[in-house]
C-alpha cells in the first residue's frame, strides 16, 4: 500500500455528492487548540524550521503507522518504499508501542480504516479501529501527536455516532485514544467513557446544524 492510502478520502453520499469529512467540521467551528498551534509554529519558524515540512513529515509518519497497525491487524506487508529513513524509523518506533500495547491488552480487532458516509448528517469519517476489549466493543483512534485534545474525544464521538447508526445492533462501550510515541516507543492509552462520547455526539451534532446554518448565508 502507498503512503496515500490513507489521505486524500473523498466522501459522497448516496446521490453521489461529496460530503464533509468529521475532522473538517470539527477543525472549521472549534478553536479549542488555535492559540497552541499559533505558539508551536512560532518556536517552529524560531527555530529555523519550515512549519509546512514539519506538519507533512508528522502526517507521513502518522499515515505509515496506521499502515502498519492495519497490516498487523488484517495480515499484510506494509511497502515502506515511499517513506524517507526518518518517517520509518520514527514510524516503526511508535509500531514498537502499538506491539507492546496490543500484547498486554485483551484487544481483538473486528474492523479497521472503516470508512462510513451518514446521511443523517451528511457527514463522512473513516474510522480507525473497531474492536473487542474483555468482552466490550470499543472505538479506537491511533495518535502519534504528544499531547491528547478535546478534538480526538469529539472524533470519537462522531464516528461512535456514525457506527451505531450504521449497525443498529451494536453498542460502543468506550472509545480508546492510542498515542504511540514516536521518539520513546510508549504507548499511552487514554479511555473515553460512553457519557463522555454521549456528550461528545449532541456537540458534534450541534456543529453540524452550525455549518448548515452558515451555508445558507
Given at each position: ?25 470539527i ?37 505509515l ?26 514510524a516503526?518506533?511508535a ?13 481483538k ?25 474483555d468482552?466490550?466493543l ?17 472524533q ?22 492510542m ?13 473515553v ?16 446544524k ?8
Amino acid at each position: 500500500m502507498s503512503k496515500f492510502a490513507l489521505h486524500g478520502t473523498r466522501y459522497v453520499n448516496n446521490d453521489g455528492e461529496k460530503v464533509p469529512s468529521v475532522t473538517t467540521i470539527i477543525n472549521q467551528h472549534l478553536g479549542w487548540n488555535k492559540q497552541v498551534l499559533i505558539n508551536w509554529a512560532k518556536r517552529i519558524t524560531l527555530g529555523g524550521q519550515d512549519v509546512d515540512k514539519v506538519l507533512n513529515e508528522a502526517g507521513d509518519i502518522g499515515t505509515l503507522l496506521h499502515l502498519l497497525i492495519e497490516g498487523h491487524q488484517r495480515g499484510f506487508d506494509v511497502d515502506t518504499k515511499d517513506y524517507s529513513y526518518n518517517q520509518e524509523k520514527a514510524a516503526m518506533k511508535a509500531f514498537a508501542g502499538y506491539l507492546q500495547w496490543y500484547e498486554k491488552k485483551n484487544f481483538k480487532s473486528l474492523a479497521n480504516e472503516l470508512v462510513l458516509v451518514n446521511e443523517e448528517l451528511q457527514v463522512g469519517g473513516t474510522i480507525d479501529c473497531i474492536g473487542k476489549m474483555d468482552d466490550d466493543l470499543v472505538i479506537v483512534d491511533w495518535k502519534t501527536a504528544k499531547y491528547l485534545y478535546p478534538e480526538n474525544k469529539l472524533q470519537l464521538a462522531a464516528y461512535t455516532y456514525m457506527y451505531e447508526q450504521a449497525q443498529p445492533k451494536a453498542k460502543i462501550s468506550h472509545g480508546l485514544v492510542m498515542r504511540f510515541g514516536k521518539e520513546d516507543g510508549k504507548f499511552h492509552q487514554h479511555v473515553v467513557k460512553r457519557e463522555k462520547l454521549e456528550t461528545g455526539i449532541e456537540i458534534f451534532k450541534a456543529l453540524i446544524k452550525i455549518s448548515q446554518l452558515k451555508s445558507k448565508l
